[in-house]
């Protein structure tokens, strides 16, 4: 069974850098796509950006200019960073596998709350 | 920027159908997904390609996809069913959701 683990602070200043880690056991990196998805608090789902495992990218409009992601196969892991936070990035974070590029998920992580403030 | 519109809130009766839909333009030009939440739990994927079902999610979940409305419907629906469910698509190389809908089972 394929599980994912989201993991990193919970807690980040604003200007920092918003850095986590998903986890991936039960089954290959390979041959997938592994995104990161949030939820800010009373609001809907906002896609932030995917890795496949050859290391191909593509992120959201939006937060293109303050995202990455990476991918550690032989560790079967992927990261994201997000870079000078504010307020608004508050949210549960989500690392998710897919088959297609652009949705499908079918497999999440059970996410991770990270908090912006001082 | 491409949206896709839903209803914030929809309520059925235990054994009813519920209907459940999402909007946008050109929808029927893509494949869209559905997501199911429970409080405190990660999405679901309920529907994928507009009706295709995953493994071990029960028959009475369906979806289509046509012009610019995509469906999901819950036929039988159930008190387990009530969660917040979420439409999915793309556009040009960009993963949307929809803004969710809560359907509560009353």
């Known amino acids: 069974q394929v599980q994912l683990q989201e993991s990193g602070p919970g807690l980040v200043k604003p200007s920092e850098t918003l850095s986590l880690t998903c986890t991936v056991s039960?089954?290959?990196?390979?041959?997938?796509?592994w995104s990161w998805i949030r939820q800010p608090p009373g609001k809907g789902l906002e896609w932030i950006g995917y890795?496949?495992?050859?290391?191909?990218?593509n992120y959201s409009p939006s937060l293109k200019s303050r995202v990455s992601v990476s991918i550690d196969t032989s560790r079967t892991r992927f990261s994201l960073k997000l870079t000078s936070v504010t307020a608004a990035d508050t949210a549960m974070y989500y690392c998710?596998?897919?088959?297609?590029?652009?949705?499908?998920?079918?497999?999440w992580g059970q996410g991770t709350l990270v908090t912006v403030s001082s | 920027s491409f949206e896709l519109t839903q209803a914030p809130s929809v309520s059925v009766s235990p054994g009813q159908t519920a209907s459940i839909t999402c909007s946008g333009d050109?929808?029927?030009?893509?494949?869209v997904s559905w997501y199911q939440r429970k409080p405190g739990q990660s999405p679901v994927m309920v529907i994928h390609?507009?009706?295709r079902r995953p493994s071990g999610i029960p028959g009475r979940f369906s979806g289509s996809n046509s012009g610019k409305t995509a469906t999901l419907t819950i036929s039988g629906t159930q008190a387990m069913d009530e969660a917040d469910y979420y439409c999915?698509?793309?556009?040009?190389?960009?993963?949307?959701f929809g803004g969710g809908t809560k359907l509560t089972v009353l």
């Open positions: 998710a596998r897919s088959n297609a590029a652009l949705g499908d998920y079918d497999y």
């Open positions: 039960g089954g290959s990196i390979r041959s997938y796509y």
């Open positions: 890795i496949y495992y050859t290391g191909s990218t």
């Open positions: 050109k929808l029927g030009d893509t494949f």
């Open positions: 390609q507009d009706s």
């Open positions: 999915q698509a793309w556009d040009s190389s960009t993963v949307v």
